[in-house]
């Protein structure tokens, strides 16, 4: 209760905003609540954290099923190129599951782009083409996941996995 009074009598307190919004997101049946929590943390936070408060926002947004909410707020963070990584990955792999193969695909691509080692990005990539009915795209992401996976058995193993989900 001490954050609440805290915030009473300072509610744009960026600190305080965020450590009541993590407290609140821990807990499974407060997930709305959190992301009020996050949206008046990213009202309050600084220029400069703002790429992190916006993924914070995201992130809550999902656990709270407000997907459509996560796109529109990871489509403001990747437009303003901050936070990239962590942001279009979660943006492409949202588009994905929302049908939007084509946005994804564009998503996905800029993530793969930014790292050289991202499994996941290539994962949604090999999803979106046979979606799509792209096959030779298909098979060049998986490809690209293949190469990752000479580096590592676990890699490796799941793509082992998704040759044979794919046929």
Same mark, same amino acid.
Not at 53 to 60: E, K, T
Not at 94 to 101: I, K, M, P
């Given at each position: 209760?001490?954050?609440?009074?805290?915030?009473?009598?300072?509610?744009?307190?960026?600190?305080?905003?965020?450590?009541?919004?993590?407290?609140?997101?821990?807990?499974?049946?407060?997930?709305?609540?959190?992301?009020?929590?996050?949206?008046?943390?990213?009202?309050?936070?600084?220029?400069? !954290?703002?790429?992190?408060?916006?993924?914070?926002?995201?992130? =809550?947004?999902?656990?709270?099923?407000?997907?459509?909410? =996560?796109?529109?707020?990871?489509?403001?963070?990747?437009?303003?190129?901050? @936070?990239? @990584?962590?942001?279009?990955?979660?943006?492409?792999?949202?588009?994905?599951?929302? @049908?939007?193969?084509?946005?994804?695909?564009?998503?996905?691509?800029?993530?793969?782009?930014?790292?050289?080692?991202?499994?996941?990005?290539?994962?949604?990539?090999?999803?979106?083409?046979?979606?799509?009915? !792209?096959?030779?795209?298909?098979? *060049? *992401?998986?490809?690209?996941?293949?190469?990752?996976?000479?580096?590592?058995? =676990?890699?490796?193993?799941?793509?082992?996995?998704?040759?044979?989900?794919?046929?």
């Amino acid at each position: 209760m001490q954050l609440r009074d805290h915030l009473t009598q300072r509610p744009s307190d960026s600190e305080a905003l965020r450590e009541l919004a993590e407290l609140v997101s821990a807990e499974r049946h407060r997930k709305g609540e959190a992301v009020e929590l996050w949206q008046r943390y990213v009202e309050a936070v600084h220029a400069d !954290r703002i790429d992190e408060a916006l993924l914070c926002l995201a992130r =809550a947004q999902v656990e709270a099923r407000r997907e459509a909410d =996560a796109i529109m707020t990871l489509e403001r963070c990747t437009a303003e190129d901050i @936070g990239l @990584g962590e942001a279009l990955e979660l943006l492409g792999e949202l588009l994905r599951r929302a @049908g939007r193969f084509e946005d994804a695909v564009s998503v996905l691509q800029r993530a793969a782009e930014l790292d050289d080692e991202a499994v996941q990005p290539r994962l949604a990539l090999v999803a979106c083409f046979d979606a799509l009915e !792209r096959p030779r795209e298909a098979e *060049a *992401a998986l490809e690209s996941v293949r190469a990752l996976g000479q580096k590592d058995p =676990a890699i490796a193993a799941l793509v082992r996995e998704l040759v044979q989900r794919r046929g």
